[in-house]
């Protein structure tokens, strides 16, 4: 049983908090870490989305009183995510960060495919770096700070320092703290300009919200009629998506939105959806972006969540059109649509032209029950690609062939295991994802992947050899064990066998070896 831990900080990562825990016990090994915080040496540290919070507090429960949803909600980026998804979704991240299985967060939150760039290092401002060493003496990372879009310190009102330290560090099993800040923090930064410096604050207005309903899609679609009506940017009920554009550029700047992945160079871009049916949802910095650039004043985050609430939850209904011409033209469209679907078999080809796109719009709208029972086949969007797989098995294996004979000799290097060959060759997903179907690649794995016993030896091996070329093999066994970054406590038998019988008697067969022999005669 753990008998401290440290007292977490407002705004402080769980990450941070956990690798301070880490430093003041001293310990060095990632996966002893793991072992006493989670009782499982299995767990991949995230900065942003720390999972498994049931495990870490059935271990220091004791210690620390919190549920593990206020955990999440107060010591992780989760709540920037609450207030634009559905109860429903956002339940499911909750699951995902506290059980005990495999962290999906990060692909349900639509982190690793959003447009949206995020932040690579850690980053910190000045003077609250100053004030945590004179207050508490040690630093800690602030979850605001490492958000998308936040380049200010909202208290100070001065730009962020980029520490250089990865977000993920290339150690798997390592939580990063401070202590790993090897540059100098200047004691101040150029002061922010006031877009910017808004923005911030209204992310940390964001991550303390506890706003409980959040609006769902038609709300937010009906929210965005509703603000370009407001803002002379609509023409009947459609909405004038190059005027919009503009007045976004005009506030933030192309340079900003191209640096944060919200580029409005093609015609059908993000802020295009924003303004039209919802389908999906969409981050806060997209929000906040149209928020800021719409208002005449700063919009305050529970100001604008209250007016889009007030918008109905039903589903939007089907429009309906009329013209007095529609029946005279309705002839001439029909026989264009025919002619159309003569040239191109399905209706994506249709549409994909200008005049297929302009007569399938008036059909929908005028003529649509016609148009309905006149469309081509639905073609089946499932699409049967037929996959080689013993060619693609072939081809693999005569790469994971290759690599091998490249380093069959090199007593250097990382442990050749599955996962290492697997990340050499080109099909690296493939080859992890579909290795039931490449029984060659399975066949290559069985005789040539390194086990730890084998890697252990080749370790010691490559050591003890370069002793040998510069003559220094005479050095105590401890000394050659401590090169070749064996833990004594984790030493194989095969490891224990090369250190403390095969060396020893090579160096009394060399001691005889190397005695001059009597010249004849």
């Not at 650039?293 to 939007?316: G, N, R, T």
Request: glycine share 6%; charged share 25%.
């Amino acid at each position: 049983m753990l008998m401290q831990f440290p007292v977490a900080h407002d705004d402080e990562l769980l990450g941070s908090v956990i690798a301070r825990f880490v430093q003041r016990q001293g310990l060095e090994d990632d996966k002893v870490a793991l072992g006493q915080l989670f009782a499982s040496q299995k767990i991949v540290p995230s900065s942003v989305l720390q999972g498994h919070t049931n495990q870490l507090l059935a271990n220091i429960g004791h210690l620390w009183t919190i549920s593990p949803r206020d955990l999440l909600q107060k010591h992780t980026l989760l709540p920037v995510f609450r207030p634009f998804v559905a109860m429903k979704a956002y339940d499911q991240f909750v699951l995902d960060l506290c059980g005990q299985g495999k962290n999906h967060s990060m692909l349900r939150t639509g982190v690793n495919a959003s447009n949206i760039v995020w932040p690579s290092n850690f980053r910190v401002c000045p003077l609250c770096c100053q004030h945590q060493l004179r207050k508490f003496g040690y630093r800690y990372w602030q979850r605001i700070f490492q958000c998308p879009g936040v380049e200010a310190c909202p208290k100070h009102g001065c730009l962020l320092i980029d520490t250089g330290i990865p977000l993920q560090s290339h150690r798997r099993h390592r939580f990063v703290g401070t202590q790993a800040i090897t540059q100098h923090v200047p004691a101040v930064s150029p002061l922010a300009d006031r877009k910017n410096l808004l923005l911030s604050i209204g992310v940390s207005d964001l991550l303390r919200c506890k706003a409980t309903d959040a609006p769902n899609n038609y709300q937010w679609s009906r929210f965005y009629r509703a603000l370009a009506h407001q803002h002379d940017l609509s023409r009947g009920k459609g909405v004038q998506h190059q005027e919009v554009a503009a007045r976004v550029r005009a506030y933030w700047g192309v340079d900003w939105l191209e640096s944060h992945g919200l580029s409005l160079g093609i015609d059908d871009n993000w802020l295009v959806s924003m303004f039209r049916k919802h389908r999906r949802p969409f981050s806060y910095l997209q929000h906040f972006v149209c928020w800021f650039a719409m208002y005449d004043k700063e919009p305050a985050l529970c100001d604008v969540l209250a007016e889009a609430s007030q918008f109905s939850k039903q589903p939007m209904g089907k429009a309906r059109y009329f013209s007095p011409r529609a029946e005279k033209a309705c002839h001439q469209y029909r026989l264009c649509w025919s002619d159309l679907l003569s040239r191109y078999g399905s209706l994506r080809e249709v549409r994909k032209h200008r005049e297929g796109a302009r007569v399938y719009s008036w059909l929908y709208r005028f003529d649509s029950d016609w148009l309905t029972s006149h469309k081509p086949e639905k073609v089946n969007s499932r699409r049967r690609v037929k996959v080689d797989w013993p060619r693609r098995d072939r081809t693999i294996v005569r790469e994971l062939i290759a690599i091998e004979r490249a380093v069959w000799q090199d007593l250097e290097g990382a442990r050749r295991s599955k996962r290492w060959y697997c990340k050499q060759v080109t099909d690296s997903k493939i080859l992890e994802k579909k290795l039931a179907k490449l029984p060659l690649c399975q066949a290559f794995f069985i005789r040539y992947t390194e086990s730890v016993d084998e890697h252990q030896a080749r370790r010691l091996a490559c050591i003890f050899a370069g002793l040998v070329l510069q003559n220094e093999w005479r050095i105590p066994t401890y000394e050659i064990e401590r090169m070749a970054g064996l833990d004594p406590k984790k030493c194989r038998e095969v490891g224990r066998q090369i250190l403390f019988q095969a060396i020893p008697a090579w160096r009394r067969s060399e001691a005889i070896t190397f005695r001059q022999r009597p010249q004849a005669g």
